[in-house]
């Protein structure tokens, strides 16, 4: 973990834009983010879903997200 706290003290933008698809722990919900990725944001997840299975998660800028299941999922 101390590596994450080394880089989230500096902005690390992923030179290359990435598309991914990411879903909630059920999978009815899934979000596509499509941009380049700041890796200075990067920290453990604190759910206990998450916890138990060492998760690491980055914010991004609402912009890069949008919704790629169907609107009635939410």
Do not use: F, W
């Not at 880089?7 to 990411?22: N, S």
């Not at 879903?49 to 980055?58: F, L, N």
């Amino acid at each position: 973990i101390g590596c994450l706290h080394r880089l989230a003290e500096r902005k690390v933008i992923q030179e290359e834009p990435v598309e991914i698809e990411v879903a909630c722990h059920c999978g009815d919900v899934v979000l596509r983010v499509a941009g380049a990725i700041d890796l200075g944001t990067a920290r453990r997840c604190n759910c206990s879903y998450c916890s138990m299975r060492g998760a690491v998660i980055v914010t991004v800028p609402q912009h890069l997200v949008s919704l790629a299941s169907p609107p009635e999922k939410l």
